[in-house]
């Protein structure tokens, strides 16, 4: 196993960069953190959508929702690949493919963290604001999301390792990320899957397990510094 | 119920949308100066990246530049997953395929095949202790196939009582095998030629020597394009007859290859029996 | 829907949603059972029992399942005797791996949710029942462990959700579930649309099924009706 990782580790790490396509963890992470971002604006948008007064709206986004989380992740990927090109008539890369999959299944579940923190801040304070002249999108902006995203942010990181995770999908539609890299090992070396497996599992552990441990970390050091415990 | 409908109308919408967009591929193809070719990028000999130029190379794609040639334009590849390959030909974005194509009836309803331009003979590795010689004598028994290719169907109608397992690829099939979990592995005998050649030591192989079936592959076109369909046969056909095609057979699967491989079949209309 | 595909591939793709419901199923069950295992141990104040559990969660969270299910095929059995092994690979190996493996991803998640239920349920009631003379167990069976699950339930639906779709990734150790079908049935007559279109309605109708018997199961639970709205 030793000798897989010190004959393939640069493979693991980039892929064939800078001869080749970046690839590999360091794809799996660009893939992560874009659709992360990508979908923490239309995860919110949805929130407010689901906490909005009107019923129609209510409903569509519920609907939007639970449509998107009521298909596996597979599925959406398929759809995307090869919907997307149809509808904008441009031809979509699987990383773009990809990234616009998991940003619409993660807003889909991002939108249920989120809204759960904005209906856990005390209704007092929206009318508080209100009452003191606060317009719709300002009470949201200065008094409900600061607390509400914060009070969240277990929700957020585990929804972030989530993602990650779920990039490893990205082999069906063939983009070049840590597992695919895996797999191209595999293919070379033919014989000794679960050596390259075992790697392949280490390196997510650690990748997620660090990630989550330091992201709660800081976490708690700015609930310490805001004198919040 | 709603939604359901909408995805019915979806699902017949898509394909019918697309397919009336081009109207005429092979003058597309004239106008444009360049013949688009859909291939695999990972199926070592057939289209694979070298290692050394990092170019895209192979038997499918010294055959799309063949057929380029004859049409006098220049042709561009485009890299394909398997689960693509029909979608990206039905939306127009490609003009030909040459991505492992195994005819079928079935399949031969949905998309045009050329002539054939390759056989594969289709034939099962088994352990090398095994008691297994012949085909029949896996009646019963598990045998393990790559998903996605057209072998999972074909052995499970040879052996309609056995149990046909689809793995994600020949790697995992193959350590199928060795772990018994399955008593043979399915596939092209260029696979099998390379599995059996880095089976470790402790663990040989062998491939059993009679044919499951012989698959003939075709280039893939629209349903439609009669014109351009005829042209891919014509530039087919002429090389087969100045040789130039039994070059490139030598050139990835001959005698100075890996495979070491002698041609058995010869450019010709595909046999719909 | 025999416009869209002949009757024996529709049947075929069925088989695919029987054995995918079959798979979640067997899957829930010993995830849930496993679950209620691990909060408990987790819950003594015994350190090495809560390092295993952390451990097995921790590994669990931060692993793809793909990985998982592919560590269970290929590499577990392979420290069993050659007996149960060649035994188990003549009974569908391939289903019973995957469903441990699912089980036991979904499990650590499962036990999660449980345990922040559990957190809720204020110390006093637990302190309360053990005067009563209750036993630990007792005091877990009857007091805490029935309200900790009215709380968790809305994560536990989720979980289930999530369980339900994650079955398809058992397709890439040679389960014929849904995903298995579809890919096969596409591969076989090039109806890409179709085939995906339709595995994607039977999806949903059993996320829906599922979406619904959640809702159902947390009406029955909740104590008096609560006027839930959120304005």
């Given at each position: 196993?030793?000798?897989?990782?010190?004959?393939?580790?640069?493979?693991?790490?980039?892929?064939?960069?800078?001869?080749?396509?970046?690839?590999?963890?360091?794809?799996?992470?660009?893939?992560?953190?874009?659709?992360?971002?990508?979908?923490?604006?239309?995860?919110?948008?949805?929130?407010?959508?689901?906490?909005?007064?009107?019923?129609?709206?209510?409903?569509?986004?519920?609907?939007?929702?639970?449509?998107?989380?009521?298909?596996?992740?597979?599925?959406?990927?398929?759809?995307?690949?090869?919907?997307?090109?149809?509808?904008t008539?441009?031809?979509?890369?699987?990383?773009?493919?990809?990234?616009?999959?998991?940003?619409?299944?993660?807003?889909?579940?991002?939108?249920?963290?989120?809204?759960?923190?904005?209906?856990?801040?005390?209704?007092g304070?929206?009318?508080?604001?209100?009452?003191?002249?606060g317009?719709?999108?300002?009470?949201?902006?200065?008094?409900?999301?600061?607390?509400?995203?914060?009070?969240?942010?277990?929700?957020?990181?585990?929804?972030?390792?989530?993602?990650?995770?779920?990039?490893?999908?990205?082999?069906?539609?063939?983009v070049?990320?840590?597992?695919?890299?895996?797999?191209?090992?595999?293919?070379?070396?033919?014989?000794?899957?679960?050596?390259?497996?075992?790697?392949?599992?280490?390196?997510?552990?650690?990748?997620?397990?660090?990630?989550?441990?330091?992201?709660?970390?800081?976490?708690?050091?700015?609930?310490?510094k805001?004198?919040?415990? | 119920?709603?939604?359901?409908?909408?995805?019915?109308?979806?699902?017949?919408?898509?394909?019918?949308?697309?397919?009336?967009?081009?109207?005429?591929a092979?003058?597309?193809?004239?106008?444009?100066?360049?013949?688009?070719?859909?291939?695999?990028?990972?199926?070592?000999p057939?289209?694979?990246?070298?290692?050394?130029?990092?170019?895209?190379?192979?038997?499918?794609?010294?055959?799309?530049?063949?057929?380029?040639?004859?049409?006098?334009?220049?042709?561009?590849?485009?890299?394909l997953?398997?689960?693509?390959?029909?979608?990206?030909?039905?939306?127009?974005?490609?003009?030909?395929?040459?991505?492992?194509?195994?005819?079928t009836p079935?399949?031969?309803?949905?998309?045009?095949?050329?002539?054939?331009?390759?056989?594969?003979?289709?034939?099962?590795?088994?352990?090398?202790?095994s008691?297994?010689?012949?085909?029949?004598?896996?009646?019963?028994?598990?045998?393990?196939?790559?998903?996605?290719?057209?072998?999972?169907?074909?052995?499970?109608?040879?052996?309609?009582?056995?149990?046909?397992?689809?793995?994600?690829?020949?790697?995992?099939?193959?350590l199928?095998l060795?772990?018994?979990?399955?008593?043979?592995?399915?596939?092209?005998?260029?696979?099998?030629?390379?599995?059996?050649?880095?089976?470790?030591?402790?663990?040989?192989?062998?491939?059993?020597?009679?044919?499951?079936?012989?698959?003939?592959?075709?280039?893939?076109l629209?349903?439609?394009?009669?014109a351009?369909?005829?042209?891919?046969?014509?530039?087919?056909?002429?090389?087969?007859?100045s040789?130039?095609?039994?070059?490139?057979?030598?050139?990835?699967?001959?005698?100075?290859?890996?495979?070491?491989?002698?041609?058995?079949?010869?450019?010709?209309?595909?046999?719909?029996? | 829907?025999?416009?869209?595909?002949?009757?024996d591939?529709?049947?075929?793709?069925?088989?695919?949603?029987r054995?995918?419901?079959?798979?979640?199923t067997?899957?829930?069950?010993?995830?849930?059972?496993?679950?209620?295992i691990?909060?408990?141990?987790?819950?003594?104040?015994?350190r090495?029992?809560?390092?295993?559990?952390?451990?097995?969660?921790?590994?669990h969270?931060?692993?793809?399942?793909?990985?998982?299910?592919?560590?269970?095929?290929?590499?577990?059995?392979?420290?069993?005797?050659?007996?149960?092994?060649?035994?188990?690979?003549?009974?569908?190996?391939?289903?019973s791996?995957?469903?441990?493996?699912?089980?036991?991803?979904?499990?650590?998640?499962?036990?999660?949710?449980?345990?922040?239920?559990l957190?809720?349920?204020?110390?006093?009631?637990?302190?309360a029942?053990?005067?009563?003379?209750?036993?630990?167990?007792?005091?877990?069976?009857?007091?805490?462990?029935?309200?900790?699950?009215?709380?968790?339930?809305?994560?536990?639906?989720?979980?289930?959700?999530?369980?339900?779709?994650?079955?398809?990734?058992?397709?890439?150790?040679?389960?014929?579930?849904?995903?298995?079908?579809?890919?096969?049935?596409?591969?076989?007559?090039?109806?890409?649309?179709?085939?995906?279109?339709?595995?994607?309605?039977?999806?949903?109708?059993?996320?829906?099924?599922?979406m619904?018997?959640?809702?159902?199961?947390?009406?029955r639970?909740?104590?008096?009706?609560?006027?839930?709205?959120?304005?």
């Amino acid at each position: 196993m030793l000798e897989i990782i010190s004959n393939y580790w640069l493979t693991f790490l980039i892929g064939q960069y800078p001869n080749g396509p970046l690839g590999g963890l360091a794809m799996t992470m660009i893939v992560a953190v874009l659709s992360i971002l990508m979908s923490f604006p239309i995860a919110i948008g949805i929130a407010m959508a689901r906490l909005s007064a009107w019923g129609w709206l209510r409903m569509a986004s519920a609907a939007l929702s639970s449509f998107v989380r009521g298909i596996p992740l597979l599925m959406l990927i398929f759809w995307c690949y090869f919907v997307i090109p149809i509808m904008t008539g441009y031809a979509v890369s699987g990383f773009w493919t990809l990234v616009a999959a998991l940003t619409i299944y993660e807003a889909a579940y991002l939108s249920e963290v989120i809204r759960a923190g904005m209906a856990a801040v005390p209704k007092g304070q929206t009318e508080a604001a209100r009452s003191l002249g606060g317009g719709y999108f300002l009470t949201l902006r200065s008094v409900v999301l600061p607390q509400a995203l914060f009070n969240v942010l277990p929700g957020i990181t585990s929804q972030f390792i989530s993602t990650i995770k779920e990039t490893s999908l990205g082999y069906v539609i063939a983009v070049n990320e840590l597992t695919f890299a895996a797999n191209q090992v595999n293919n070379q070396l033919l014989t000794q899957p679960l050596q390259v497996f075992t790697i392949l599992a280490a390196i997510y552990f650690l990748l997620c397990f660090l990630l989550s441990r330091g992201l709660s970390a800081l976490e708690f050091s700015i609930r310490r510094k805001r004198g919040l415990i | 119920m709603k939604i359901k409908n909408i995805f019915c109308a979806a699902m017949l919408a898509l394909p019918l949308g697309a397919g009336a967009v081009h109207a005429d591929a092979l003058d597309d193809i004239k106008a444009r100066g360049t013949l688009i070719c859909g291939t695999l990028g990972t199926s070592e000999p057939f289209s694979f990246q070298d290692a050394a130029t990092r170019t895209l190379v192979g038997y499918d794609v010294d055959i799309c530049k063949l057929v380029a040639d004859s049409l006098g334009v220049d042709v561009e590849y485009k890299l394909l997953a398997v689960a693509a390959r029909i979608p990206e030909l039905d939306s127009g974005r490609i003009d030909i395929l040459a991505a492992n194509l195994g005819w079928t009836p079935e399949r031969a309803e949905q998309i045009a095949f050329s002539h054939q331009y390759y056989v594969t003979p289709q034939k099962l590795l088994v352990r090398a202790d095994s008691d297994i010689q012949t085909i029949d004598d896996l009646v019963g028994k598990r045998v393990g196939a790559t998903k996605g290719s057209s072998s999972e169907q074909l052995i499970q109608q040879r052996l309609p009582e056995s149990r046909v397992i689809g793995y994600a690829d020949s790697p995992a099939t193959f350590l199928s095998l060795q772990q018994r979990k399955v008593d043979a592995q399915f596939a092209s005998e260029l696979v099998l030629v390379r599995l059996v050649n880095q089976s470790p030591e402790s663990a040989p192989t062998r491939i059993l020597e009679q044919s499951v079936v012989d698959e003939p592959w075709g280039l893939g076109l629209r349903k439609g394009e009669d014109a351009l369909l005829a042209e891919v046969n014509t530039a087919l056909e002429e090389a087969e007859a100045s040789g130039e095609a039994a070059a490139l057979f030598d050139k990835w699967f001959g005698e100075d290859t890996a495979y070491g491989l002698t041609r058995s079949f010869q450019i010709q209309p595909i046999a719909a029996d | 829907m025999d416009f869209l595909l002949p009757a024996d591939q529709m049947a075929m793709l069925l088989w695919g949603l029987r054995t995918t419901v079959l798979l979640f199923t067997v899957a829930w069950v010993g995830a849930f059972a496993l679950a209620v295992i691990l909060v408990t141990v987790r819950a003594t104040e015994y350190r090495p029992c809560r390092w295993i559990v952390d451990a097995f969660v921790a590994y669990h969270r931060n692993v793809p399942l793909l990985v998982q299910v592919m560590f269970w095929y290929f590499g577990m059995p392979e420290i069993l005797p050659e007996g149960i092994r060649f035994w188990l690979y003549d009974h569908n190996a391939e289903f019973s791996l995957a469903a441990i493996a699912l089980a036991l991803g979904s499990s650590a998640y499962q036990a999660e949710d449980i345990r922040s239920g559990l957190r809720a349920i204020p110390a006093t009631q637990f302190e309360a029942a053990r005067a009563l003379g209750c036993n630990y167990l007792q005091t877990m069976r009857f007091i805490v462990v029935p309200q900790a699950l009215r709380i968790s339930l809305p994560p536990l639906v989720g979980r289930a959700l999530l369980l339900f779709k994650n079955t398809s990734v058992a397709m890439a150790i040679g389960v014929a579930e849904l995903t298995y079908r579809t890919r096969e049935i596409e591969n076989m007559t090039f109806k890409t649309f179709t085939v995906f279109g339709i595995a994607t309605v039977l999806y949903l109708l059993g996320t829906f099924a599922l979406m619904g018997l959640g809702a159902w199961l947390e009406r029955r639970t909740t104590p008096g009706r609560k006027e839930r709205r959120h304005a």
